[in-house]
């Protein structure tokens, strides 16, 4: 059966996203073809489009790495029975195949597939990826979440996931996490949902006051302040929050250089900074701290996709939210979103839903 696939190209950066259509293309082998039910709006499509970061394929593309959907069509050599169910499309495929991938490495696979950046991504009607790491969602779950909101599992919520998983996040531990945005947000609720005591970092207010509702036990604006000043007012929260002084957890998700600053100069005996923002600025630090202070510093790329059912049954189970974090547009107004989250003026994730 032909169909067509209805997408938002990104033709050059830095123009407006175009509408086209074209015909499916024929599946290979081990490929899905998806009718598309949100795609989430994320900051790196935002870098490509209007940054100049450049995509692995080149434009006309198709951007959006956040997917759910419904399987329509399976390629040869996929379970026919994965035709209509809904799924979660991790934003990083790995092969499964190459040694990386078998030696638990998979997220450094350098034959993985990122939608809206390897090949056409989700702002679209429908898309094409490859089955192997594709996320069946529970029905139960659809009885209580509708499958456009979870699409933000895929980003949004799984690379907090795996840098806590990293960083060896536990009960009664510390995490002060700085930025309390897109990714932010979900850091925070996941340290509270695993039962650590979190400190949250932004300047905004607005973005604090969501934090307290993620969990956060303590929120400090940090506009302006200067970083004798941050240092003092977190050890100070850890002592109120009856937090360890030392080894603490410390989440960067705010992508700039203040808060990169920020997270390694809190750095402490034991500490580990997990680095989940991305910025191309550069900044000079004394990395003898590390050695200094016995600390970690660490970085992930996306997350695994073996941990997304652990995701999921964290949603089931309430331990974790994407309904207060989510709001829903028509595909359609794409390029007035992608204006408005430039310009900063969303509280919560887009999910753009065709
Ligand atoms: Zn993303
Ligand atoms: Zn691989």
């Not at 056409?120 to 898309?127: D, E, L």
């Not at 700039?256 to 989940?276: D, P, R």
């Amino acid at each position: 059966m032909k169909r067509t696939i209805t997408g938002w190209m990104m033709t050059e950066p830095g123009k407006p996203l175009e509408k086209r259509s074209f015909e499916a293309p024929a599946l290979e082998p081990n490929e899905v073809l998806l009718q598309v039910a949100g795609c989430g709006l994320c900051h790196t499509d935002l870098a490509f489009l209007l940054q100049g970061i450049k995509t692995r394929a080149k434009p006309p593309l198709i951007l959006g790495h956040e997917i759910s959907g419904t399987v329509v069509e399976t390629g040869a050599g996929v379970d026919p029975g994965l035709k209509g169910r809904a799924v979660l499309v991790p934003a990083v495929l790995p092969c499964g195949e190459c040694a990386l991938c078998q030696g638990d490495s998979r997220r450094i696979c350098s034959a993985q597939i990122m939608p809206g950046n390897d090949r056409h991504g989700g702002f679209a009607s429908h898309t094409v990826v490859p089955s192997r790491f594709l996320c069946p969602v529970p029905d139960s779950l659809l009885s209580s979440h509708e499958l456009w909101e979870l699409s933000i599992v895929s980003d949004a919520l799984a690379t907090p996931f795996q840098s806590a998983r990293l960083a060896g996040l536990s009960r009664g531990d510390l995490a002060v996490c700085i930025g309390a945005g897109g990714i932010g947000i979900h850091g925070i609720q996941i340290a509270a949902a695993i039962g650590a005591k979190v400190i949250a970092l932004d300047v905004d207010p607005g973005k604090l006051a969501q934090a307290e509702k993620a969990g956060a036990g303590a929120t400090i604006l940090v506009k302006g302040m200067g970083i004798k000043d941050i240092r003092a007012r977190v050890r100070e929260e850890a002592k109120r929050l009856g937090a360890p002084a030392l080894q603490w957890k410390i989440l960067e998700t705010s992508g700039t250089k203040a808060g990169q600053e920020t997270g390694f100069n809190l750095l402490n005996h034991g500490a580990t900074l997990c680095v989940i923002g991305f910025t191309m600025d550069t900044l000079e630090v004394r990395l003898s701290n590390l050695m200094a202070f016995d600390a970690r510093l660490i970085g992930n790329w996306g997350s695994d996709p073996v941990l997304y059912p652990e995701i999921l049954d964290w949603l089931a189970q309430g331990r974790i939210q994407v309904k207060p974090y989510v709001e829903r547009h028509p595909l359609a107004d794409i390029n007035a979103v992608v204006d408005s989250a430039h310009a900063g003026l969303l509280q919560k994730r887009a999910v753009l839903v065709p």
